[in-house]
């Protein structure tokens, strides 16, 4: 979370549609369309957004304007991060001379999504990070840490709850200000969430955790529910629910910022979010990837009773 004091009423949603949503994306997605919906997002209160990635260009090509985008992004955007996923030093070579505030890193729980994903063993990944994060943080940018999988791995099936634990562990005594831990093919259910974020949770305090989970299932909203209940106040979410990892078959949206929005809106609990505007946002989002989305919200609209007649 940020710097701003906050109630346990108030939850987080750190948005990585531009990002997560738009690399799965088939086609490329032009620059001056992105910067439309970053626009929209903002306007919907949205203030913790992932914007891009600095990876390969080669394996990502949707992301492949990342420096462009950042450049015209970022100006004049006070009381908002904006973040940018980096692989490895080239990456964060990148991303400091973007001028992004913040990074993250990233790596999976399973060995072999983990090197699909980054053509690296984890403990290579390690090693890259560790020295990349004292970098950037040297060069007073914050580091937020990713571990993928921790549900199951497409190719692994169940990954040991105490390796996740161990792994986000490692990745906050690199210097990451939080890890987000990713249900990457969204195979979770809320009883295995409870297991893994009360681990979590005996080792390392709340607000150092946020989940990412992606709804491919349809679990995601139990999910977060769950994880509510334990005290966590962040979770990753995507407008219209596109999303997905390339190197993760069976990967769909992650949940979707509307729904998300709305379930904690109803639940009386603060997101700083204006319901008709990321609805908007979602049609925005809808518009430039030339497709209907699967959140639900932006179809339903709000809860608005109607006047009998
Ligand atoms: P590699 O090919 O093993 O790297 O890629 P390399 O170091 O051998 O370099 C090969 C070439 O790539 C070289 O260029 C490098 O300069 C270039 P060449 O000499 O061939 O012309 N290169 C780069 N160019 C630009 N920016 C860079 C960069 N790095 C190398 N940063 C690498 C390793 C990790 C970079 C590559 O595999 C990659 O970019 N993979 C993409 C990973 C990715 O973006 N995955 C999706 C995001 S993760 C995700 O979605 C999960 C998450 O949402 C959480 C969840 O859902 O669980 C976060
Ligand atoms: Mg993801």
Redesign the pocket.
Known sequence: MTDEVRTDDFVSIYE?GL??GL??ERGFIATEDKLVLLEALLDAGLRRLELT????????PQ?ADAEEFARRALPSRSGTTLSA????D??LE?ALGAGLPEI?V?L?ASETHNRK????SIDRSFEVFAELVPVALAAGVRVRG?????WGCPYEGPIAPERCVAIAERLLLLGCYQV?L???IGVGDPKQTRDIVGRMLAVVPREKIAL?L?DTRGTALANILAALELGIREF?ASVGGM??????PG?AG?VATEDLAYMLERMGLETGVDLERIIAAANVAERIVARPLPGRLHRAGPFKPRAAS
Not at 85 to 88: G, K
Not at 146 to 150: A, G, N, P
């Open positions: 990585v990002r997560d690399q799965n990635s600095f990876v390969s260009p080669k394996w990502v992301l996923l980096v692989p490895n080239t990456g990148r993250a990233f999976s994903n980054t053509h690296k990713y571990v993928s999988t921790v987000s990713g249900d990457t990412h992606h990753d999303g997905g990892c390339p190197y993760a990967a992650n």
